[in-house]
Each structure stands twice: as structure tokens, then as C-alpha cells.
């Protein structure tokens, strides 16, 4: 089982970004994913989620500016950010359904 995320970066206050998290090793199509972000000295927070139907849910500090996605034919999974802010800065991790985790992106936001 692999899962890797990438397209984290530096980024200035305002801007986006694009992650994604790609995967093998298990039925994708079958799971929920998550996006989940850590920041030094925070707890680690759940982002958003999206179920193998593609509902999905996010955290109020991110609602309207992020977006979650998947493809099941690509078995990956994306996260699109926009307007971010220098509170947005963390790891950020992806999972299926809390089971199979992602060493994570790492994103910061400057002022």
C-alpha cells in the first residue's frame, strides 16, 4: 500500500494551491478520504472528507476556500486552496478512512 502527497510549497497570503495524493495498493473507489493538516504546537485537524460517492464535508475554517475531489480511475486524490492564509501553514496528510496514511506535504503561507 502507497500513499503519497505532493504539491505543497511556499506560497504567499491570498494565493493557491493545488495537492494531491496519489495512491496504490487498495481499492480507492471503495474508501473514504481525508485531508488532515498538523501545525507545530496545534492538534492535528481534520480539512475536509469525501466519500466514495464524492459528498463531502470541511472543517469551518476552511469552508468556501478549500475544495476536495477525487479521481478513482487515477486513484488519487486533490486538494485545491485558495485565498489561503498564514494560518493555513502545516503538513498536510491524506488518509483513507484513518487506516492507510501519507508522510505529507508541507505548505506555508507568508504574510
Given at each position: 500500500?502507497?500513499?503519497?502527497?505532493?504539491?505543497?510549497g511556499l506560497v504567499q497570503s491570498g494565493g493557491s494551491l493545488r495537492l494531491?495524493?496519489?495512491?496504490?495498493?487498495?481499492?480507492?473507489?471503495?474508501?473514504?478520504?481525508?485531508?488532515?493538516?498538523?501545525?507545530?504546537?496545534?492538534?492535528?485537524?481534520?480539512?475536509?472528507?469525501?466519500?466514495?460517492?464524492?459528498?463531502?464535508?470541511?472543517?469551518?475554517?476552511?469552508?468556501?476556500?478549500?475544495?476536495?475531489?477525487?479521481?478513482?480511475?487515477?486513484?488519487?486524490?486533490?486538494?485545491?486552496?485558495?485565498?489561503?492564509?498564514?494560518?493555513?501553514?502545516?503538513?498536510?496528510?491524506c488518509n483513507a478512512a484513518n487506516l492507510y496514511w501519507g508522510p505529507g506535504?508541507?505548505?506555508?503561507?507568508?504574510?
Open positions: 500500500i502507497h500513499v503519497e502527497e505532493s504539491g505543497g494531491s495524493c496519489a495512491t496504490s495498493g487498495f481499492t480507492f473507489s471503495s474508501y473514504f478520504m481525508n485531508w488532515v493538516r498538523q501545525a507545530p504546537g496545534k492538534e492535528r485537524e481534520l480539512v475536509a472528507t469525501i466519500d466514495h460517492q464524492g459528498m463531502t464535508q470541511y472543517a469551518a475554517s476552511v469552508k468556501g476556500r478549500f475544495t476536495i475531489s477525487r479521481d478513482n480511475d487515477k486513484k488519487t486524490l486533490y486538494l485545491q486552496m485558495d485565498n489561503l492564509k498564514v494560518e493555513d501553514s502545516a503538513l498536510y496528510l506535504t508541507e505548505v506555508t503561507v507568508s504574510s
